[in-house]
C-alpha cells in the first residue's frame, strides 16, 4: 500500500493537513466531512450531497457495511466513487452490465479519477495489462461483473497482489431470485469476500423497491449489520403520464407526434416485444425521426453502437425493450414513453426513472390498451422457470399476479399519478403534484371515466351462468359473443344461447365489453384460467359484485394527440435561480394545452425553475453557450453534457459570472471542469466567440492520500 502513499492530491491534502494534529472523535468527525465536501466539490463539482449520500458515504468512510436503496438517478455511483478516492487500497465495483462499466470508467476518467474495467470484452494481454497496473496502485477503482469473481487469475489477484478496501456491488437487487434481474453469479459475493486476506468494507445499491428484493440484499450478501438509507422515491422533476389508446394504430401515431413534437430532445420509447421496437422505429424513420431500434435480438456491436449513438446524441430516440437502460448514464434523456404497460410498477418506474437524471424536467407517458394485460397475464400463466419446485412457481405467479394488478390500477386510477406512485413504495405524500395527466386539466392526456358497474354485473351473472350451466369454462371471446348475442348459430350449438344474458349487452362494442372484463379480472371478480384453451370463470370476490356497494369506473380512451408539426419553435419561458437542479414541487408544469402535454418541451430543456426566485435565463446567451459546448464535445468525441450540464449552462446565462471565482460558485463547476472549459465560457458570457482559451488536456494529478485516511481509519 505504500505505493499509494506519495499520490496525494494536493487539494485534499491540504485541508487534510490543517486539521491533522487533532484526534478527538467530535473534530474526527468534522475533518472526515470536510473531506468529503471537498472532494465533493473539488472532484465531482457538485455543491451538495444528494439525500442519502452522505450518510452512506460516511458509513463506508468509518468502515461500515452499507445497503442503499436510492431511485434511479439518485446518484448512488458518487456513494461509492468518492470513498474510493478517499480510502487506501482499491475498490471493486461488481456491476451486472458490461455497458455500465464503459460509460462509468470514461466518466471518471474524464474527472480525472483513474478507473478501468476488466471483462470479457477484453483479450487475455489486455485484461492482465489492466490488472498489473492496478497492483501496481495506479486505479482507484475496478469495475468488473460478478461472474469474474470466479476466476482463478482474478481470484489470485485480488487475494495476494491488491489490498481491497471497498467493495461495492451495485445493482445489487440482482441477488434476489425474486426478481427478474436476479443473476446467480451475484450469489458468489460473499464466498468470494469470505477468500480476501482482509474482509473489505461490502457496500450495496439498488434502485429496486421491492420489499422481499430488499431483505434479500443485506442477507444473501452476508453483509454486517449495514447502516440501510432508502430516500424518496418521489422524483419531483418527473411528470407522469398515462394515456389509454384505442387501438394499436392510434397508438403508434401517438408516438410519432409526440417525437415530432420533441424532436430536439433525447427520449426512449419502450416496447415489450422486439418485434414492436423494430416497428415503431422504422415508423419514426420514415417521418424523419432520428430514432433506432434496440433489442436483445441485435449483434453485439449493433447494440453498443446504437448505444453510443444515442449517448452522443448522435440518435435522438432509442425504442428498445427492457434490455436497453439498465446502467445507461445519459442524464439528459427528457422523456420516456412506454409503447405498453409493463408488468408492474417497479419495471415501469425503473424504465421511466430513466429520464430526467440531471434533475431537469421530463416526461413519463404510460401508453396502454387493456390488451396488454392479457398478453402479460398469459406470459405469467405460462411463463416458467426449471429450477422451481411447483409450490415455488405457484408462490412467484401469484406475486407477479398481484404486482400487475396495481399496475393495472396504476393505468385506471384517477388520483395523482406521483401519489399512487409513492405510495406504492410505502411513501407518505403531500398534496397532489398539479402536473401529471390525472391532475393537470389541459385534458391534453387526461381521460374520461365511466361508470360501468350496471354491465360489470351482467358480465359476472353471465360467467355465474355459463359455470353453473357448463363442466368446462369458455374463452373471453365466447362470453363477449353471448353478451353481445352475436354469432347465434356457433352459440347455438354450443347450447349458449340459453344463458338468460344472451344479448344483454347488444348495444356495447365487443372491444368495450372485452375492458370491462380485463378490469373484472384485474380487481378479481373474474379469474382467467390459462390452459391450452384460455378460459374466464368467478373470482375470490365475484359475491361482491351484488353487493350494493359496488362499483365500477373505466377510463376511457385518452383523447388522440394532436401534432403541432415540426420544427417550430419551443423554447418556453426560460427560468432558473441558481440552479440547485429542481427542489419540491418547483417544477412549473406545462399546461398550455395544445395537444402535447409537456413541462420538458422546451427545445433548450432549461427549463427547471424554482418560482420563489427566478433570474431569467438570457436565452439568446444560452444558445451561444450550448454551441460553444456543442463545439467542445465534438473536439473530443464526447457528449455535450459531459463538458457542462444544461442546468450549469443555464446558470451562466442566468447569472453571467465575470470570473473564476464567480464560475466556480456554480454547481456543475469545479477546478478542473474550469480549467479545462471555464475560459471559453466566459469569453462567450462576456460577448466573445469562446476561441481565446485553452482546451488543456493536463495529465492527472488526483489520486488518494493515504495519510488522511490512515487517519480516518484509526
Ligand atoms: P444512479 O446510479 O443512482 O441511477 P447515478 O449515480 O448514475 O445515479 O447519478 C445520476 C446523475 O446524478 C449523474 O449524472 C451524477 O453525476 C449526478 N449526481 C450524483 N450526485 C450528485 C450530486 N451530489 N449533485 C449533483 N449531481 C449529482
Ligand atoms: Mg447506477
Known amino acids: 500500500?505504500?505505493?499509494?502513499?506519495?499520490?496525494?492530491?494536493?487539494?485534499?491534502?491540504?485541508?487534510?493537513?490543517?486539521?491533522?494534529?487533532?484526534?478527538?472523535?467530535?473534530?474526527?468527525?468534522?475533518?472526515?466531512?470536510?473531506?468529503?465536501?471537498?472532494?465533493?466539490?473539488?472532484?465531482?463539482?457538485?455543491?451538495?450531497?444528494?439525500?442519502?449520500?452522505?450518510?452512506?458515504?460516511?458509513?463506508?468512510?468509518?468502515?461500515?457495511d452499507v445497503v442503499g436503496v436510492l431511485p434511479t438517478g439518485a446518484g448512488k455511483s458518487l456513494c461509492y466513487e468518492l470513498p474510493?478516492?478517499?480510502?487506501?487500497?482499491?475498490?471493486?465495483?461488481?456491476?451486472?452490465?458490461?455497458?455500465?462499466?464503459?460509460?462509468?470508467?470514461?466518466?471518471?476518467?474524464?474527472?480525472?479519477?483513474?478507473?478501468?474495467?476488466?471483462?470479457s470484452t477484453m483479450s487475455y494481454d489486455e485484461e492482465a495489462q489492466v490488472l498489473a497496473q492496478a497492483a501496481q496502485g495506479r486505479y482507484r477503482i475496478l469495475y468488473v461483473a460478478p461472474e469474474r469473481l470466479n476466476n482463478p487469475r482474478f481470484l489470485d489477484f485480488a487475494c495476494n497482489r491488491v489490498p481491497l478496501m471497498l467493495v461495492a456491488v451495485d445493482e445489487a437487487h440482482c441477488v434476489s431470485q425474486w426478481g427478474q434481474d436476479f443473476r446467480p453469479a451475484y450469489l458468489d459475493i460473499p464466498r468470494f469476500i469470505a477468500q480476501l486476506p482482509r474482509r473489505p468494507i461490502v457496500a450495496a445499491f439498488t434502485a429496486t423497491a421491492t420489499p422481499k428484493a430488499r431483505e434479500d440484499i443485506a442477507e444473501r450478501l452476508e453483509l454486517r449489520d449495514p447502516a440501510k438509507v432508502m430516500t424518496t422515491f418521489d422524483r419531483p422533476n418527473l411528470t407522469w403520464n398515462?394515456?389509454?389508446?384505442?387501438?394499436?394504430?392510434?397508438?403508434?401515431?401517438?408516438?410519432?407526434?409526440?417525437?415530432?413534437?420533441?424532436?430536439?430532445?433525447?427520449?426512449?420509447?419502450?416496447?415489450?416485444?422486439?418485434?414492436?421496437?423494430?416497428?415503431?422505429s422504422e415508423r419514426l424513420q420514415s417521418v424523419g425521426v432520428s430514432a433506432r431500434a434496440y433489442h436483445g435480438g441485435m449483434e453485439a456491436q449493433e447494440r453498443e453502437e446504437t448505444q453510443d449513438d444515442f449517448i452522443a446524441d448522435r440518435t435522438r430516440v432509442i425504442v428498445a425493450t427492457n434490455a436497453f437502460g439498465m446502467g445507461i448514464d445519459k442524464p439528459d434523456v427528457r422523456?420516456?414513453?412506454?409503447?405498453?404497460?409493463?408488468?408492474?410498477?417497479?419495471?415501469?418506474?425503473?424504465?421511466?426513472?430513466?429520464?430526467?437524471?440531471?434533475?431537469?424536467?421530463?416526461?413519463?407517458?404510460?401508453?396502454?390498451?387493456?390488451?396488454?394485460?392479457?398478453?402479460?397475464?398469459?406470459?405469467?400463466?405460462?411463463?416458467?422457470?426449471?429450477?422451481?419446485?411447483?409450490?415455488?412457481?405457484?408462490?412467484v405467479r401469484q406475486h407477479r399476479r398481484s404486482l400487475l394488478k396495481a399496475m393495472h390500477?396504476?393505468?385506471?386510477?384517477?388520483?395523482?399519478?406521483?401519489?399512487?406512485?409513492?405510495?406504492?413504495?410505502?411513501?407518505?405524500?403531500?398534496?397532489?403534484?398539479?402536473?401529471?395527466?390525472?391532475?393537470?386539466?389541459?385534458?391534453?392526456?387526461?381521460?374520461?371515466?365511466?361508470?360501468?358497474t350496471g354491465e360489470a354485473r351482467i358480465v359476472c351473472a353471465c360467467v355465474a351462468e355459463i359455470s353453473r350451466r357448463?363442466?368446462?369454462?369458455?374463452?373471453?371471446?365466447?362470453?363477449?359473443?353471448?353478451?353481445?348475442?352475436?354469432?347465434?348459430?356457433?352459440?347455438?350449438?354450443?347450447?349458449?344461447?340459453?344463458?338468460?344474458?344472451?344479448?344483454?349487452?347488444?348495444?356495447?362494442?365487443?372491444?368495450?365489453?372485452?375492458?370491462?372484463?380485463?378490469?373484472?379480472?384485474?380487481?378479481?371478480?373474474?379469474?382467467?384460467?390459462?390452459?391450452?384453451?384460455?378460459?374466464?370463470?368467478?373470482?375470490?370476490?365475484?359475491?361482491?359484485?351484488?353487493?350494493?356497494?359496488?362499483?365500477?369506473?373505466m377510463k376511457q380512451e385518452s383523447?388522440?394527440?394532436?401534432?403541432?408539426?415540426?420544427?417550430?419553435?419551443?423554447?418556453?419561458?426560460?427560468?432558473?435561480?441558481?440552479?440547485?437542479?429542481?427542489r419540491g414541487d418547483g417544477v412549473s408544469g406545462d399546461t398550455s394545452g395544445d395537444g402535447v402535454?409537456?413541462?420538458?418541451?422546451?427545445?433548450?430543456?432549461?427549463?427547471?425553475?424554482?418560482?420563489?426566485?427566478?433570474?431569467?435565463?438570457?436565452?439568446?446567451?444560452?444558445?451561444?453557450?450550448?454551441?460553444?459546448?456543442?463545439?467542445?464535445?465534438?473536439?473530443?468525441?464526447?457528449?455535450?453534457?459531459t463538458v457542462f450540464k444544461n442546468a450549469t449552462l443555464a446558470e451562466f446565462a442566468a447569472l453571467k459570472p465575470s470570473s473564476e471565482a464567480e464560475m466556480l460558485d456554480i454547481n456543475g463547476v469545479g477546478p478542473k471542469s474550469f480549467e479545462k472549459y471555464g475560459q471559453q465560457f466566459l469569453d462567450v458570457i462576456s460577448g466573445g466567440d469562446g476561441e481565446g482559451g485553452g482546451d488543456s488536456d493536463r495529465d492527472s494529478d488526483y489520486t488518494t492520500n493515504d495519510a488522511e485516511l490512515n487517519e480516518i481509519d484509526s
Open 1 to 64: 500500500m505504500s505505493d499509494l502513499a506519495d499520490r496525494s492530491p494536493a487539494h485534499l491534502a491540504s485541508s487534510a493537513a490543517a486539521a491533522r494534529p487533532v484526534a478527538q472523535p467530535a473534530d474526527r468527525e468534522r475533518r472526515k466531512t470536510d473531506l468529503m465536501y471537498s472532494a465533493l466539490r473539488k472532484v465531482f463539482g457538485f455543491d451538495e450531497f444528494r439525500p442519502g449520500q452522505e450518510t452512506l458515504i460516511s458509513s463506508i468512510l468509518d468502515h461500515r
Open 84 to 119: 474510493a478516492l478517499m480510502l487506501p487500497g482499491l475498490t471493486l465495483v461488481i456491476t451486472p452490465l458490461i455497458s455500465l462499466m464503459k460509460d462509468q470508467v470514461d466518466g471518471l476518467n474524464k474527472a480525472d479519477i483513474p478507473a478501468a474495467f476488466v471483462n
Open 242 to 280: 398515462v394515456v389509454r389508446s384505442a387501438s394499436k394504430a392510434d397508438r403508434l401515431e401517438w408516438i410519432v407526434n409526440w417525437a415530432l413534437n420533441h424532436a430536439d430532445e433525447s427520449g426512449i420509447v419502450y416496447c415489450s416485444t422486439r418485434a414492436a421496437t423494430e416497428e415503431v
Open 335 to 395: 422523456w420516456v414513453v412506454h409503447h405498453n404497460a409493463p408488468e408492474n410498477i417497479e419495471a415501469y418506474y425503473q424504465e421511466a426513472g430513466r429520464a430526467g437524471r440531471d434533475g431537469q424536467p421530463a416526461q413519463c407517458v404510460l401508453l396502454w390498451m387493456e390488451g396488454d394485460f392479457n398478453t402479460s397475464r398469459h406470459f405469467i400463466e405460462t411463463g416458467g422457470n426449471d429450477q422451481l419446485s411447483r409450490e415455488e412457481l405457484e408462490t
Open 409 to 452: 390500477a396504476y393505468c385506471m386510477t384517477t388520483q395523482c399519478l406521483r401519489n399512487v406512485i409513492m405510495e406504492y413504495f410505502g411513501e407518505a405524500t403531500h398534496g397532489v403534484c398539479g402536473r401529471c395527466s390525472n391532475c393537470a386539466d389541459d385534458g391534453s392526456m387526461s381521460s374520461e371515466i365511466v361508470d360501468v
Open 470 to 553: 357448463f363442466d368446462f369454462g369458455f374463452g373471453t371471446g365466447k362470453i363477449v359473443a353471448v353478451l353481445r348475442g352475436s354469432g347465434a348459430a356457433d352459440l347455438e350449438k354450443a347450447g349458449l344461447t340459453a344463458v338468460e344474458q344472451f344479448g344483454a349487452l347488444s348495444d356495447h362494442s365487443e372491444r368495450f365489453i372485452r375492458d370491462v372484463m380485463s378490469q373484472l379480472v384485474s380487481g378479481d371478480y373474474l379469474m382467467s384460467f390459462d390452459g391450452r384453451f384460455p378460459t374466464v370463470g368467478l373470482g375470490p370476490l365475484y359475491r361482491k359484485v351484488r353487493d350494493g356497494a359496488f362499483s365500477l369506473q
Open 559 to 582: 383523447a388522440p394527440v394532436r401534432s403541432r408539426g415540426r420544427g417550430s419553435a419551443r423554447v418556453r419561458r426560460l427560468g432558473t435561480r441558481g440552479v440547485k437542479g429542481v
Open 597 to 641: 402535454s409537456g413541462g420538458a418541451r422546451s427545445g433548450a430543456n432549461i427549463t427547471a425553475v424554482d418560482a420563489a426566485d427566478d433570474i431569467p435565463v438570457d436565452e439568446e446567451l444560452f444558445n451561444r453557450l450550448r454551441e460553444l459546448r456543442t463545439k467542445l464535445a465534438r473536439k473530443q468525441g464526447a457528449p455535450a453534457y
